[in-house]
């Protein structure tokens, strides 16, 4: 069955140092997301992107946050400058279609220590 | 907006017994309601999801059913099993175009005991 990936699992860096996270969506979904999970706390939505642009961004995505589309396969969230509160785990996950009961499909995630 | 509420965790539950984990969410429209569940160093799976009100949506032995009065989404199974320990996520998508997010309850972490 088609899956979400992520690369790597666990990334550990120093505060103020850029992070790239990576992701693989499952091949023809069009829609993307990135959501986090603060230790403890409710999974959030950062972002959704359609069409190579974003389509929402929640206030969390503030302007250290980019994500991309470089190439037919992959999806990246970098943060510029990362702060100790944005340690986390980061799911990305895709769907078909953007609406309704359509399945959004996540993947495992990326644990960010920032330290 | 919108929101989902979910009842406090840990339930830690013996085997064969009746599970309930409540979920109730305020939003605007009709969103769809859906339980995800993580088990232990995975991602969030889809469990089950429900358009509208009063449809049930069933998988694994779990139910809910969309109560509108209520504004609830609760998840039941009449019989755990060890392998249930997960944490369990009910959310909600509200909109009909375009890509829209998904809103999650704090999640309930589960704990069936042989």
């Known amino acids: 069955e088609p899956e979400v990936t992520q690369t790597p699992s666990h990334q550990v860096t120093q505060m103020g140092q850029e992070v790239i996270l990576r992701c693989v969506p499952i091949?023809?979904?069009?829609?993307f997301y990135w959501y986090r999970q603060i230790l403890g706390q409710k999974v959030e939505f950062l972002v959704s992107f359609y069409n190579n642009e974003i389509s929402e961004k929640s206030e969390i995505f503030d302007d250290q946050f980019s994500v991309e589309r470089p190439d037919g396969s992959n999806f990246t969230l970098k943060i510029r400058s990362t702060k100790l509160e944005d340690s986390a785990m980061y799911f990305c996950?895709?769907?078909?279609?953007?609406?309704?009961?359509?399945?959004?499909?996540f993947g495992p995630g990326t644990r960010l220590t920032v330290l | 907006g919108n929101s989902v509420t979910q009842m406090e965790g840990p339930v830690t539950l013996s085997e064969e017994a009746f599970l309930t984990i409540n979920c109730t969410y305020t939003a605007t429209g009709y969103p769809s309601l859906f339980w995800y569940v993580q088990y232990p160093g995975e991602g969030l799976q889809l469990l089950l999801k429900a358009t509208k009100a009063d449809d049930k949506g069933s998988n694994k032995g779990f139910e809910a059913t969309y109560r509108k009065e209520t504004t609830s989404f609760h998840l039941e199974k009449g019989s755990v099993q060890v392998s249930d320990s997960a944490v369990y996520f009910c959310a909600l998508r509200a909109g009909t175009q375009g890509a829209q997010k998904l809103v999650f309850g704090q999640g309930t972490r589960l704990t069936i005991n042989p």
């Open positions: 091949s023809n979904h069009l829609y």
């Open positions: 996950a895709s769907s078909l279609q953007g609406f309704g009961t359509d399945t959004q499909y």
